[in-house]
Each structure stands twice: as structure tokens, then as C-alpha cells.
């Protein structure tokens, strides 16, 4: 098949991190995925939960949401009730940022991510991890800066990116039409040293073989690398002025 934006099967949708997004956040990036753009921020505060308590760490939680104007029509505000699929993946998010960071290095502290949809256009968990990983290595860079840290608490990059089987084609980073057609659906969460932190694979219709899933998982873990590549090269590139 040819892709709706004729990329390759194997290539990444543009890439943009605009950190400093949110100048009254700890650490903030707007991050472009294709169309799917996603405001990540992350705010620390002097507490942490109860079961937290005395045990000399920190805390890290997540929270998503879409907002209004990110799709056609318009997404309803969660007030009154969470959405099950925002709950899922805000979860998702907290999971695979605390697994790579030292919660000791920040003892009585909580960090709160926030990644908000500004615009979908397919694959908005993984923009949503991929740019919060960023923005948590800013916010850690200021809150070392307060001298709050106790030592360099990021272990790894994480990032995070769809994978599918579209017409019988294996394609790296779906946008949402190709994720509406697609017969399996995949997202390969894993960091820069080739760790694999997750892996949601699901078939839409009938059911599909190993050797798929292996492939599938390979050309996820390819992007992932691409993707912490561009994720380094934007802090080393410095922060706006």
C-alpha cells in the first residue's frame, strides 16, 4: 500500500520538541508528532502520597487528557468522570517514566506530568511519553539548580511508538488513518539502550502469528532509538531564548 503522507513503511512522522513551552512549569515541551501535537508539563511539589510517606523518596504520577478542540467535532471535558481510556493511559505514562528514574534522588517530592492533546492525529500516548520524557529532564534541571536533588535521578530515555499491520503491510508510526484500517495494532514503549518497558499489541480483527509480533516489535524498537536520538539531541541543543 502507499502511505496516506508517503513515508516509507519503516519511517517516523516529523518529529518537533518546543521545550519551555509553559514558562511557569518545572519542565514543559509542546511535541509534534506529524499532526498529533501534545503539551507535556511537569510541577513539582514539597509532598509526596501516604504510602510514600517516610520512606525517604519521591513520587511521580501522570495525567492525561484530550482537550476539547484536539478532534473533529469536540472531545467533552472530563470533570464530573474520568474517561477509562484517559485513566488507562495516564497510567501508562507514570509507568513508563518511573521506570526509569531513581525516586530516591528527590526524597519527599512529587513530580505531576501532565500531557494534554491539543491536536490527535494518532498515536497521542505515545507523543505523550515520548515528549514527557523531555520535559521531566528539564524539570529534573531545575529542580537540581534549587539544589533539590540528591543525585542525577535518570537512568535511561524512554520514548514510545505505534507499530501496525495495514494491508498486510508491517508500518512504523500510524497516523489515524492508517490506525483506523489497520488489522493489528501496536505500541512499543522501551527506552535508548533497547529495554523494553511495554508492549500493548492487539488484533482488530483475526488473529495473528508470532513471527508478526516479533517483527512488529523489532521495527518498534527501531523507532524508539530514532526517538531518543531526536529526544538527546534537544536538550543538547539547549533551551529557547
Not at 507499530?163 to 489515524?176: I, K, S
Not at 505500541?187 to 535508548?192: D, E, K, S
Request: proline residues 4%.
Amino acid at each position: 500500500m502507499n502511505r496516506f503522507d508517503d513515508r516509507a513503511a519503516d519511517e517516523l512522522r516529523p518529529v518537533r520538541f518546543r521545550r519551555n513551552y509553559a514558562q511557569n512549569a518545572d519542565g514543559s515541551v509542546l511535541v509534534e508528532v506529524g499532526r498529533t501535537k501534545v503539551l507535556c508539563t511537569v510541577c513539582a511539589s514539597s509532598k509526596v502520597p501516604l504510602f510514600q510517606k517516610s520512606r525517604g523518596q519521591g513520587w511521580m504520577t501522570a495525567e492525561y487528557s484530550m482537550l476539547p478542540g484536539s478532534v473533529p467535532g469536540r472531545k467533552a471535558r472530563e470533570t464530573a468522570s474520568r474517561d477509562g481510556r484517559s485513566v488507562e493511559i495516564q497510567r501508562l505514562i507514570g509507568r513508563a517514566l518511573r521506570s526509569v528514574i531513581d525516586l530516591s534522588a528527590f526524597p519527599e517530592h512529587t513530580l505531576h506530568v501532565d500531557c494534554d492533546v491539543l491536536q490527535a492525529d494518532g498515536g497521542t500516548r505515545c507523543a505523550s511519553i515520548t515528549g514527557a520524557a523531555v520535559a521531566l529532564h528539564d524539570a529534573l534541571r531545575t529542580l537540581s539548580s534549587r539544589g533539590q536533588l540528591r543525585h542525577w535521578p535518570l537512568r535511561d530515555w524512554p520514548a514510545a511508538v505505534s507499530v501496525g499491520l495495514v494491508a498486510g503491510q508491517e508500518l512504523l508510526d500510524l497516523d489515524y488513518g492508517e490506525d483506523f484500517e489497520a488489522g493489528v495494532d501496536m505500541n512499543v514503549v522501551a527506552t535508548a539502550q533497547g529495554r523494553i518497558i511495554e508492549v500493548q499489541g492487539t488484533a482488530e480483527g483475526l488473529p495473528f502469528e508470532r513471527e508478526v509480533f516479533d517483527r512488529l516489535v523489532d521495527l518498534g524498537l527501531r523507532g524508539v532509538a530514532e526517538l531518543t536520538a531526536l529526544q538527546k539531541a534537544a536538550v543538547e541543543a539547549g533551551l529557547p531564548v
